[in-house]
Each structure stands twice: as structure tokens, then as C-alpha cells.
């Protein structure tokens, strides 16, 4: 620990710590611009800068390391005097005229650090010119006019999401924010987290969506869960009069550290399918509302016969729903009517496998904070620019630090053209592949620990005729995986699809032998699908999903967009219960539609893809006329003199994980 002075307080603080975070932990708010929580310290802004004792000029805080004895003033009368100097140069740069800027009012960090100095005006004579400004953005504008060239944008695109799309161009004061080599931001490389628009301090970057809906100050913020994917990002959604304003990543978020994707930040605002209001129920062949009283009584008048009837009623419901409604869903039909088809809709495609490979083995899935400091990663049959872009952002960062990159997968992805090796196998062939690999590592002697493999010529060769990619870049690819200190190993839905437990039994003994997973270490994981995913498998609802003589099917569809496979595999059902919040093919062909809550519209806890239990609340009061999807469970159980129990704390530990619980 180290012992400095900030404006009389005695601070103790570990070493390695910045003048700036000293103070802040004590209490002291020194003024910042170019500065942020997140951002590597760089320097660029000088409004941070303190008085240090014996030291003949003013330092800058965020990047001045503290040291023993150190005496450190923040308030002299020099320090606010050059402060207000810094201030107005930066007002006087470029077009800060704040009565016109958006974000004038409370939501600007220039126009609150000048009134912390208590300052109305500066001395200086503005002199810019007009600068750029780009709107091809679809979710955001860049003004250049109003930027003041904190980088932090720059910084949190690379740094922080591993994109690298924006930089500066030109020098001095006419220095630019652009994008790759001076493109359109709409036309670049650009993957729309919108992270650079939530670290800009001025109205330089600002969003289409959220533009003149209001300040912070009238918006209600309510901490949430993304549920566009297992990943489960923290979030913060921003309201004002029961309407979405805003989504921002929280930086306090243990999964996501204030990151978001497109899917997270933008798809909620752009929801362009139809609600349904009201329940409706198919008389003499055409759907037509009802209310909720007679749409109840009407599926139980239905439905209770069939209770223990194990061919009675097949149940299938969405992995985005809350834990607590999958959970009393699960009651509700596999225990309560005894159904023998109950199921996500998931089928647990991207979880059953490496779920059986546990039960037998106990958890083997590490968590994503290791992707934070793997140098090599091998992403297997998952598409992680895609389906999971916030755990790719996680090393996608550290790239250009040297961290590695390997896929394997028969499709061309984004992905390929950062990585190092991208190998295009046949598909259905990782299991030859991966074995293959274990031979080579073995046969080299690269492996960290012994396995014995009498026949690696003939399992090599096998790799090669298999999948195609040649003996050489196997030998690589193994080399690189082998070499690597910290290697961890993604698989998704291109292995877990083929729902074979080998594979899983495999990867696992490869990641292993290169040391991905050791005694300490678990560096394998699988990526999963909805947010709720882990969940639905812990809750037993990952079956293939298969009609045998059913005599009605029940869908618990939630929010879910339908794929016209289980379009087609329920038309044929004698009756169908579609609980939904949109219209959609599935809807069309219902008996009866019991309309829900959206994801905004009600709270609930949701399981991510590493295991982390997290709660969502409601930032929205529920559509008029529709009910949460608990209530409809319960409703329907009580109807058929059914009480549920709804413990899902205890439902979700019947089963083994294939990563710990937290
Ligand atoms: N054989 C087999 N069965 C499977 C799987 C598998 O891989 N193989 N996967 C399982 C899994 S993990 C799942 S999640 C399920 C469902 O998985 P799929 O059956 O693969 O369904 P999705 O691909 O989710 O597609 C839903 C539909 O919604 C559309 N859609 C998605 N987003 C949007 C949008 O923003 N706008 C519009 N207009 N349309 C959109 C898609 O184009 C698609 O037609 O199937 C499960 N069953
Ligand atoms: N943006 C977005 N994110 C999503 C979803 C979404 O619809 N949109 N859906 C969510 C859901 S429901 C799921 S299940 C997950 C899925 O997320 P992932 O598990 O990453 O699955 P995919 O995105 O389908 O990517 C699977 C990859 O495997 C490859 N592949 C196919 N066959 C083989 C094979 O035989 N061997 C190998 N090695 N690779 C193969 C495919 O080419 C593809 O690139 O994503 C979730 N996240
Ligand atoms: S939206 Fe994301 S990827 Fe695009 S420029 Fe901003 S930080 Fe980079
Ligand atoms: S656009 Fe915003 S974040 Fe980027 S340098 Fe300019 S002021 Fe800073
Ligand atoms: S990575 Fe997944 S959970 Fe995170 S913001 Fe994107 S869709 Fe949402
Ligand atoms: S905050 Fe320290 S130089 Fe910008
Ligand atoms: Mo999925």
C-alpha cells in the first residue's frame, strides 16, 4: 500500500493506483474528460490535472501513477485557474454553442465541467470551422463539430469491443474521428454495439432513437437482463412515460462490464411485429377476442381431461421466458398432466449433450471471464460474431495484443478474417478432426498431460481424409493450441447439433491435454442458446420435440420469433394453445391465443450461459389486456384444481450443470 496526501486527507491506496482513482476513493472528485472507469488512462484532455509538491508543473491525474509521501492538491486557485483555461480552449475549438446541442441540459460532460467552474462564458474568440458530420449510421450520428477528441469512442471501439473501426485522422485542431479508412460510419466495419455513443461525454456521437426524448433527468433508469442471447448482458433500461427511451450497458455488470451488442441495445427499440391484446379463440373456423375469462375455462374445459394422460397434452415453451415461468410450466405439465412431451423449443439442441456429458462427469464448463486473458482461442462450430458478440468482444480485444485466434467451421464467416487459422471442414466432421488433433499433439509430446494413443498415424490420417484440411495445417493448429499458455476452447451449436456426447467427451480430453482445463482452470465452454437455456435443461425441457397421437399441443411461445419448421410440425395438432405477445404464422393456425407480457413488461430471473443467476425487473407496466406468463400458468392450474409450487431455486438443481451455479 501507498501513503499520499490529497488536499489534507491522508489516502492509503494499493500502488499502481492513479492520483485520479486515489481521490475518487476518498471522496475527491477531480474534474475528467478524456477519462473513463473502463478505458485504459490516456492523457489527452489535461482538465484532470492536480498540484503536486515539489514538482514544478501541473500533472494530469488519470494517467500519474500515486507514490509513497506523495502531496497532492486539487482546488489551489493555479489549478482552477488553468482548468477554466482548458475549458475555454475546448469551447472555443469547435462549435460548442450548448443551447443547440442535444445534450445541453444536464447530459453533457463539457457543458457540467464548465459549470463546476462556475463558468458562463470564455475569454477566447471561437474559431472553427465546419467539420464533418456523418448520418449514415442507422442508429447514430457523429457530429465532429461537437467533438472534443477525448478518443474515448476510439479507445472503448478497440479496447473495449475489439472492432477497431474508429480512429483519428488528420492532426492538431483539425484532427477527425473516422471511420477504417475514412468511410461512411453506415458503410464501415462497424458491428452497431453503440458503445462509442455511450462513452461519448459531448453531443459528438448521439442516438437516433433516444434523440430529443429527454434528459437523464427525466428518465427512470431500471436495472435488467438482455435476453438476446445465453450470454446475458446487464443493462439499464432508460424510461419516460411507459415508453423505452434508452438501453445502455451497466458498467457494473459482472458478465458484460457495461457492454452491449445490436441485439442488446437496438433490437428492443426497433420490435416492428404486431401485439396481441386480447384472447382469442377459434369459433366456427375464425379466431375472434374474447376475454380472458371465457379463453380460460375454454382451454381447461380442454385440457383437464387429459391430465395423466402421458399422450395427452404436448407442451413446448420458449427459453426466453423467466426461469420462474419455465419452471412453473414444467410443473404445470410434466408433473401436474404427467405429459411425456415436454420441451423448450430449444429442444435442447445447443444443451443436452454437454448436459448428459455432466451428469456422468460432474460441471466442466469454465466461466466467460477467462476469455479476458486467453492467448489462444478455439472457437468450434459457433458463430460467436453473431449469436454471441459480447463474449467475443471479451478477446476479440486483446488481438492485436497477441491472442490467438482458430476456427473451425464449414461455413465462411466474419469471423475468419481475423483469425489466424480458419479451417473449412466438411461438416459432421469435428469428431475425426479432434481427434486428430489429440494425435498430433500427443505424437509431438506437446501434450500437458500423458495420454496414451497407440494409433495416432492411423487417427491423423483419418483427421485429413475426414475434413478435408490438410496434414500440415492440422500439425498448426495443434502446435498452436499446444504452444499456447492459456488456451481456452468455445464450442456451439455446430458441435453440440450433432447431439452426440463423444464429441463433448472429446473436446473436453483435447482441452485437457493443451491445457485449457486443468485442476485450476476451465477453459472450455459451450455457448448455449436463448437466455434462458441453461434453465430449460436443468428443468428436464430439452427433448426433441415429436407428436405421437398428442391430443392437443400447448405452446408457451413468448416473445420468440417461430421458425417454420414448428410452424409445420404443429399444424397438424387436433387443438392448439399458442401463449404469445406478437402475431406470427403460429398464432394464424392457434385455437386459442392467450396474449403476454413482453420481456420488458415483467421480472424474473434468468440463468446465463456460465450460470450466473440474474435478475431482470419490469421497466414497463404490462400491455393493457395482456397477462404475465406465471399468471397464465397458475390461472390454468388452478382451473384444473392443480396447485403449483413454483420452487425454482429447487427445480433447477434436480439435475447436474455442466458449469457451477452462481
Ligand atoms: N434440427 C434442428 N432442430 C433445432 C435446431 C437445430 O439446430 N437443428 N435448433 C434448435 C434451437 S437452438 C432453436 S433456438 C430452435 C429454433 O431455431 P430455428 O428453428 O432455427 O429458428 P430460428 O432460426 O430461431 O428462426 C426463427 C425464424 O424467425 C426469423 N427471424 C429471426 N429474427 C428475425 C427478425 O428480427 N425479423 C424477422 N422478420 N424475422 C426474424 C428467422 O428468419 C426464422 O425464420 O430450433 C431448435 N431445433
Ligand atoms: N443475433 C442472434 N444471436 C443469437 C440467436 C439469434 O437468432 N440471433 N440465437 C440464439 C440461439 S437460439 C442459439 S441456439 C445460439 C446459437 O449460437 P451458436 O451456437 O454460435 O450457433 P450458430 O450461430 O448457429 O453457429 C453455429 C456454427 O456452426 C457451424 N457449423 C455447422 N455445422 C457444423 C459442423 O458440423 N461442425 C462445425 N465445427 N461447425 C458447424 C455453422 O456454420 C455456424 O457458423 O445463438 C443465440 N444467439
Ligand atoms: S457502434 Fe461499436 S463497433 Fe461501431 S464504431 Fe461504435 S463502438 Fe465501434
Ligand atoms: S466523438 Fe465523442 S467520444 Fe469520440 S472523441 Fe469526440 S467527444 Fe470524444
Ligand atoms: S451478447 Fe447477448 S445478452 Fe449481450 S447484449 Fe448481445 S444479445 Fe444481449
Ligand atoms: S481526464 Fe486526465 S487528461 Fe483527460
Ligand atoms: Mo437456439
Known sequence: MVQITINGKQIETPEGTTVLRAAESAGIYIPRLCDHKELIPYGGCRLCIVEVNGWRVPMASC????????????????????????????????????????????DCELQNAAYREEMTSWPIQPGWSNFTVDTSHPYFILDNNRCILCRRCVRACGELVGNFTLS?????AASLIVADTDVPLGESTCIKCGTCVQ????????????????????????????????????????????????????????????????HGRYDPLTEARQRITTPQIRKNGKLEP??????????????????????????????????????????????????????????????????????????FEGKLDILRTADTVLCIGANINRSHMVAGFLFKRNMPKGTHLITIDPDISELDDM?????????????????????????????????????????????????????????????????????????????????????????????VLVGAVDNERFGLLSMKGEANSLAATLLGLDETFKLNGHQAVYIALGDDYVSKSLVERTSKA??????????????????????????????????????????????LPPHEGVYDNTTVFSEIAARANMTLKAEWQKAILERKSSVSLN
Open 290 to 363: 374474447v376475454t380472458w375469462e371465457e379463453a380460460l375455462r375454454t382451454v381447461s374445459d380442454k385440457l383437464s381431461p387429459l391430465a395423466g394422460d402421458k399422450n395427452g397434452v404436448a407442451a413446448i415453451a420458449s427459453t426466453r421466458l423467466t426461469v420462474e415461468a419455465l419452471s412453473m410450466f414444467k410443473e404445470l405439465f410434466s408433473d401436474r398432466f404427467n405429459s411425456n412431451m415436454v420441451t423448450s423449443i430449444e429442444e435442447g439442441v445447443p444443451t443436452a449433450a454437454a448436459t448428459r456429458f455432466a451428469e456422468k462427469n460432474g460441471a
Open 574 to 619: 387436433p387443438y392448439l394453445v399458442v401463449q404469445a405477445c406478437y402475431e406470427s404464422k403460429l398464432t394464424e393456425q392457434a385455437d386459442v391465443i392467450l396474449p403476454v407480457t413482453i420481456w420488458s413488461e415483467q421480472e424474473g430471473h434468468y440463468i446465463n450461459l456460465d450460470g450466473r443467476t440474474q435478475q431482470a425487473q419490469k421497466a
Open 419 to 511: 483469425a489466424n487459422i480458419a479451417l473449412k471442414t466438411k461438416a459432421g466432421s469435428d469428431l475425426a478432426l479432434i481427434k486428430g488433433l489429440q494425435a498430433i499433439i500427443v505424437k509431438e509430446g506437446l501434450g500437458r498431460v500423458s495420454l496414451i494413443l497407440p494409433n495416432a498415424d492411423a487417427l491423423i490420417e483419418q483427421a485429413v481424409q475426414t475434413s478435408g484440411i490438410s496434414h500440415e495445417e492440422l500439425v498448426q493448429t495443434a502446435q498452436m493450441l499446444a504452444h499456447s499458455i492459456s488456451p481456452v476452447i468455445l464450442f456451439g451449436k455446430g458441435i453440440t447439433a450433432q447431439r452426440n456426447e463423444s464429441l463433448i467427451e472429446e473436446l473436453h480430453r483435447l482441452a
Open 168 to 172: 483519428v485522422a488528420e492532426r492538431g
Open 63 to 106: 494517467t500519474l501513477p500515486v507514490s509513497n509521501g506523495m502531496v497532492v492538491n486539487t482546488e489551489t486557485e493555479a489549478i482552477k485557474k488553468s482548468r477554466e483555461f482548458i475549458l475555454s480552449m475546448l469551447f472555443s475549438e469547435r462549435n460548442h454553442f450548448c443551447p443547440f446541442c442535444q445534450v445541453s441540459g444536464g
Open 199 to 262: 462513452v461519448c461525454p459531448t453531443g459528438a456521437l448521439i442516438d437516433r432513437v433516444s434523440v430529443y426524448q429527454g434528459h437523464d433527468k427525466d428518465l427512470t433508469e431500471i436495472k435488467s437482463v438482455c435476453v438476446g442471447c445465453s450470454v446475458g448482458c446487464s443493462m439499464n433500461i432508460l424510461v419516460r412515460d411507459n415508453r423505452i427511451v434508452r438501453i445502455e450497458g451497466d458498467w457494473e455488470g459482472k458478465v458484460n462490464s457495461g457492454l452491449l451488442c445490436e
